[in-house]
């Protein structure tokens, strides 16, 4: 930089240091100090244009297509599910025909856990929080009149994955549908599970085992699918801060690949569809800036370290949903304005799908008005605002990039962390990811009571005799009631021996190390149900059990 260049900025520096301000703390919802200006210097590189390259190119810090939008805009996607396999599946045709362009399945508690609904542990969770799935012949109600082959379904589900997926498939195969036609997403992401959200079911090596099953047989037989959506979502929303989000979603899924390699896959038969789920949370630029440290880390890993020569193997692609835990009870219309901040942050950080909250989704499941809104909110952005019309318009300000490399930096510090405790396993074991999520978590919680931060509606602004007047979802206990019935109708109706030989088949291949979806599928024909598969593995996998350490 010139010397007067330098002479200015000293002398601005000076004076913005003299000037009034609000005495707010200003700092990144993820507690980073900022400074008043940024300039080229807060780059460590001189030739930070030429750095960051041009989107399409390597390493993609600006996108990983060379036109952006304007080729192709991102997936629409509303998460729905509640209630029974009917009332989701109006919902599905609801959603399609308003614009959605991408289905995307919430399951209840129950099903999340593997347990059918006539599980005593599944009393009074039957449909409250997702759609409830036993068996194929739920599945089946559930993709009633949707062509399989003509839409893309995103399925968000971890430990009993393989099994769902199965039902996804057997309902392909009665379709008639080419396996190899099939686009959507598994999240499928259980190292997040004992990370995060904490809905697991076998013990880490064992589900590892079964992801890689799954991202082996997809590659073979399906191969339009991602088989595991690598997802911080869940770690963002437990607490953790943006750059912990960045990197032990990152991590999670090098752990992924590393175990596809040591089973001797090879590395671009898999890693293009592996995909990724990131949160969109408050913090405009810090969210903006967390996309493009992910692509560049990602790219750099999987060319220089993993030795993947297919470019789309060095492709980060990912989903986006906005932030769940930034909705308020309070002023719930208020959520409105939140999400369109947080869905704009994710399609200016170059996200490939995108899911948008719905304003009462901290009351209820959403109304059809409120996901109606939702979506419009996705059609606004990208039919309205312009911002489609370049790709990444905020690269090269020296704030984003400034960001961009902080946390480029700040995720390797926090890779040998995790090297340095044995791999993701190891600290998952240790408590290493929990006690880091709980810190943050903390911090940002007495910020809040501090009021160093704000929260509209909650903790400034607040109304002292606020009424909620939005319609809230109400699922009836009929639910439960007609869940129960339809399973013990299929139980009676059923090939009892197709059954017992389709379990013994699974259970032949759990111990021999088969993989293990051929024999799921074949079960899920036969209708096996979910917690009869489940729980034939739990016999020879076991459960697990955390353990607190910190």
């Not at 041009?54 to 993609?60: N, T």
């Not at 209840?108 to 929080?129: F, Q, R």
């Not at 068996?135 to 003509?150: A, H, Q």
């Not at 939005?470 to 109706?493: F, G, M, T």
Request: glycine content about 6%.
């Amino acid at each position: 930089m010139s010397q007067d260049f330098k002479r200015r900025k000293e002398e601005y520096f000076r004076k913005a240091a003299e000037a009034r301000d609000t005495g707010m703390k200003f700092t990144t919802v993820s507690g980073k100090d900022i400074k008043v200006l940024y300039t080229p210097d807060d780059t460590s590189h001189l030739n930070y244009i030429e750095e960051i390259n041009f989107p399409g190119e390597y390493p993609y810090t600006r996108g990983i297509h060379n036109n952006g939008y304007r080729g192709k805009l991102w997936t629409m996607r509303q998460f729905a599910g509640f209630g029974s396999p009917e009332d989701t599946n109006n919902r599905f045709h609801y959603l399609l025909n308003h614009g959605q362009t991408g289905l995307s399945v919430a399951f209840d508690l129950p099903t999340l856990m593997g347990w059918d609904a006539d599980s005593e542990m599944s009393e009074g969770e039957v449909g409250i929080c997702g759609v409830a799935v036993s068996s194929l012949e739920d599945m089946e109600v559930l993709f009633k009149n949707i062509p399989l082959e003509k839409v893309s379904t995103s399925m968000t589900i971890n430990s009993p994955a393989a099994m769902i997926f199965a039902f996804y498939l057997a309902v392909a195969q009665k379709q008639g549908a080419d396996f190899k036609n099939l686009r959507g997403t598994l999240q499928n992401d259980i190292l997040k599970e004992y990370i995060a959200q904490k809905e697991y079911i076998y013990p880490p090596n064992p589900s590892m085992r079964i992801i890689v099953d799954m991202i082996d047989y997809c590659s073979k037989e399906v191969p339009q699918w991602n088989p595991v959506s690598v997802s911080g979502y869940h770690i963002r929303e437990a607490g953790s801060t943006a750059v912990q989000e960045l990197a032990y979603t990152l991590a999670d899924g090098f752990a992924y690949i590393e175990a596809c390699l040591q089973r001797g896959m090879d590395i671009d038969s898999f890693a293009p569809r592996i995909s990724f789920f990131f949160n969109s949370h408050l913090d405009f630029f810090e969210e903006i800036a967390k996309y493009r440290a992910a692509r560049k880390i990602y790219a750099k890993r999987m060319k220089e370290k993993y030795g993947a020569k297919n470019p789309r193997s060095w492709w980060l692609r990912f989903h986006t949903q906005t932030a769940g835990v930034s909705l308020t009870a309070q002023q719930p219309e208020n959520n409105i304005i939140r999400t369109a901040f947080q869905a704009l942050a994710a399609v200016l950080g170059g996200t490939q799908s995108l899911h948008t909250n719905s304003m009462d989704e901290t009351l209820a499941l959403p109304s059809e008005k409120a996901v109606k809104i939702a979506l419009r909110t996705q059609q606004l952005i990208a039919y309205e605002t312009g911002i489609i019309n370049t790709v990444d318009p905020l690269g090269g300000s020296y704030y984003v990039e400034s960001q961009t490399e902080r946390m480029e930096k700040e995720a390797e510090e926090i890779f040998e962390q995790i090297d340095a405790l044995g791999g993701v396993i190891p600290a998952i074991e240790s408590g290493y990811f929990q006690k880091e999520i709980a810190d943050a978590a903390y911090r940002y919680q007495l910020e809040v009571e501090r009021k160093e931060k704000f929260i509209v509606g909650v903790n400034e602004f607040v109304e002292k005799e606020e009424k909620i007047e939005i319609p809230i979802l109400y699922i009836s206990p009929e639910v439960q009631k007609k869940q129960k019935q339809r399973l013990a109708d299929l139980r009676q109706s059923r090939n009892i021996d197709a059954v017992k030989e389709s379990l013994n088949e699974l259970r032949t291949a759990a111990v021999d190390g088969n993989n293990l979806m051929p024999p799921l599928i074949k079960a899920a024909r036969n209708y096996v149900t979910l917690g009869e598969m489940t729980g034939e593995l739990k016999e020879i996998f076991g459960t697990y059990q955390e353990t607190a350490v910190f």
